[in-house]
């Protein structure tokens, strides 16, 4: 798990720096509506590729975000669900003793119910009873 957040850290990190020189997506977005909106709108082929770059940049950059969000957020659901496993199996535990405890204590009460020696003719007079 360390040996995973370090490459994860380190990959965070190398992409962070990757993309730094590069504006936000919003404000890149900005820029090109301004450029475009402009009368004389004098764009190179060579200014529209680096634009286009840039957006594809800010869209790998977002995408490469998204992605690592949704892997945090599966971890921890990961961890959610195996601690509620564990918790679930403590509790079948609890339950599990609590059951042979009743079951025990059933168990002597009828044993202190019933008499513990009878003749065979008390036996008799007490089924004729019935």
Known sequence: MKAED???TEVDDTEESK??????MEDLL?????????????????DLVHLENQVETALTQTRFRKTHLL????????????????????LEDEIGTIKNRED????????NIAP???????QRVTLNFL
Do not use: W
């Not at 993309?19 to 936000?24: L, V």
């Not at 900005?30 to 060579?46: A, G, H, N």
């Not at 025990?104 to 044993?111: D, F, G, P, T, Y």
């Open 19 to 24: 993309y730094a020189s590069f504006m936000r």
């Open 30 to 46: 900005q820029t090109v509506e301004k450029q475009l909106k402009e009368p004389d709108v004098d764009l190179s082929i060579t």
């Open 104 to 111: 025990n204590e059933m168990a002597m009460n009828l044993n």
């Open 116 to 122: 513990t020696h009878m003749d065979c003719g008390q």
């Open 6 to 8: 370090k490459v994860s």
């Open 71 to 90: 892997i945090e957020s599966i971890k921890n659901l990961h961890d959610k669900e195996k601690q509620l496993t564990e918790e679930n199996k403590v």
